[in-house]
């Protein structure tokens, strides 16, 4: 059965006139209809990524280590030494394998006692 019923309507995406035979048309032609749901799709990639984005940077910032809480602590891991004293994981884990840092081992963590810093030469 075809319909007799012509509406003038605008569409959606091009935003140009057109003729309607139906009250649930959207779109002038199929294409504007594919290209509306195309940016549809890209705007919502680009939604999920900003929030994505965002929580990162939350879970960095709840990450951070403050200076002034590591200089309160008896046993430092080995990025709060680093934190501590400006120098690089790799430069601490060779004080350690060479013997100049003393350390204690739990499972595969490295603690330092802050004692053990002043030693450094």
Request: hydrophobic letters at 30%; a positive charge.
């Amino acid at each position: 059965m075809s319909s007799n019923i012509r509406i003038e309507k605008i569409c959606i995406f091009c935003k140009e006139k057109f003729i309607a035979k139906t009250f649930s048309t959207k779109y002038c032609t199929h294409r504007c209809n594919q290209k509306d749901y195309k940016k549809k799709v890209k705007e919502e990639k680009i939604r999920k990524s900003k929030e994505e984005f965002q929580t990162d940077i939350k879970l960095k910032e709840l990450k951070v280590v403050s200076i002034e809480d590591v200089q309160k602590k008896t046993y430092l891991t080995i990025k709060e030494v680093c934190l501590l004293m400006n120098i690089s994981e790799s430069t601490i884990r060779k004080l350690i394998k060479n013997g100049e840092l003393k350390t204690i081992r739990v499972g595969k963590k490295h603690f330092l006692l802050k004692s053990e810093l002043n030693n450094i030469s």
